[in-house]
């Protein structure tokens, strides 16, 4: 009983870190195509990056 609530309280933190750190690297993705060769589309990733990111906070604000 226990092991059960222990995962179902632990899995959706599992989800946010990794959901946070593939949308870490696909900011940093989008900073450096930005600086090297394109601008507009790099932009484009880190803002859809940030967007998401947004989203995601507060979906797990409001989850809780």
Known sequence: M???M???RLF???IFVLVLTGITL?????KTI??????KFGNILR???NVINVIILV???FAR
């Open 2 to 4: 226990t092991v059960i």
């Open 6 to 8: 222990f995962k179902r």
């Open 12 to 14: 959706p933190v599992i």
């Open 26 to 30: 696909f900011h940093l993705f989008g």
């Open 34 to 39: 930005a600086c090297f060769r394109y601008p």
């Open 47 to 49: 803002l859809s990056g």
């Open 59 to 61: 979906y797990v604000t």
